[in-house]
């Protein structure tokens, strides 16, 4: 079991990790996908663990779960879900390294716990973020 910085959501039956530094839209990607339907494992750390079928699960720390940050507003409590599989890794770039990401990637490949799972470099602040993120699990999620 490893805890990691990082925002985990559950969108249409999948589990999507975004990890990036602090300010690069984690918890901001989160709660407007959570406003499109998706729903909250944890904010700001998620445990991987492993699952019997060879898969990583997420799940957040108990003392913060069921919160997540509203930056420059507060800490709002929100219904989460209590554990995901972990399918795809969105690693989140800062606004000055957008320029830097490819306009047709092939994705990539993120190894965690010693699970392969497909990942992504992201920008999570354009408007179009959140139908991004649902278009990159349709066409990355099933790769690895």
């Known amino acids: 079991m490893r805890l990691i910085h990082a925002t985990g959501i559950y969108v249409d039956g999948r589990g999507v990790l975004l990890r990036g ?4 839209g984690k ?4 709660l407007r996908m959570m406003a499109r ?3 909250l494992i ?7 663990s492993g699952a019997e079928n060879g898969s990583l699960l997420m799940a957040a720390p108990e003392n913060i779960a069921g919160r997540i940050e509203v930056r420059n ?16 890794v ?17 994705g990539k490949t993120v190894t965690l716990e ?4 497909s990942g992504l470099d992201f920008y999570a602040f354009e408007a179009s973020a959140p139908e991004k993120l649902r278009a990159a ?8």
């Open 114 to 117: 010693g699970v392969d799972i």
């Open 137 to 144: 699990l349709k066409i990355l999620s099933r790769k690895v």
């Open 42 to 48: 944890g904010d700001d750390y998620i445990r991987l």
């Open 73 to 88: 507003v507060g800490i709002l409590a929100v219904p989460n879900r209590p554990e995901a599989p972990l399918d795809l």
């Open 27 to 30: 918890s901001d990607l989160a």
């Open 21 to 24: 530094p602090s300010g690069s």
């Open 90 to 106: 969105l690693d989140l770039q800062p606004a000055g390294e957008i320029r830097l990401l490819e306009r047709l990637p092939e």
């Open 37 to 39: 339907g998706a729903e």
